[in-house]
């Protein structure tokens, strides 16, 4: 993410600003249930790209990565992941 990687944000950062960002009265969101699941994912130690990802999956879908560290994270928030 570029905001972590160049300006030094943690993803609990981002996370926080992009959820005061989509409360604005004037601010509509594609998807907001999966946009707010994925933040919720992000604090809760997520990368957002990939609880991103995740969140917008069909529940008759299965999520599969070689990320072995998103696998972990994301098995600990009870959201089934295989990891190939």
Request: overall charge negative; glycine content about 6%; hydrophobic content about 50%.
């Amino acid at each position: 993410m570029v905001l972590r990687s160049l300006d030094g944000f943690s993803d609990i950062d981002v996370a926080g600003a992009l959820r005061k960002l989509i409360a604005l009265p004037n601010v509509r969101v594609e998807g907001e249930e999966e946009v707010v699941t994925a933040l919720c994912w992000a604090e809760a130690g997520v990368d957002l790209a990939d609880g991103l990802h995740l969140a917008s999956r069909s529940e008759s879908v299965s999520f599969v990565t070689f990320d072995a560290r998103f696998a972990k994270r994301a098995r600990k928030l009870a959201v089934p992941v295989s990891l190939i």
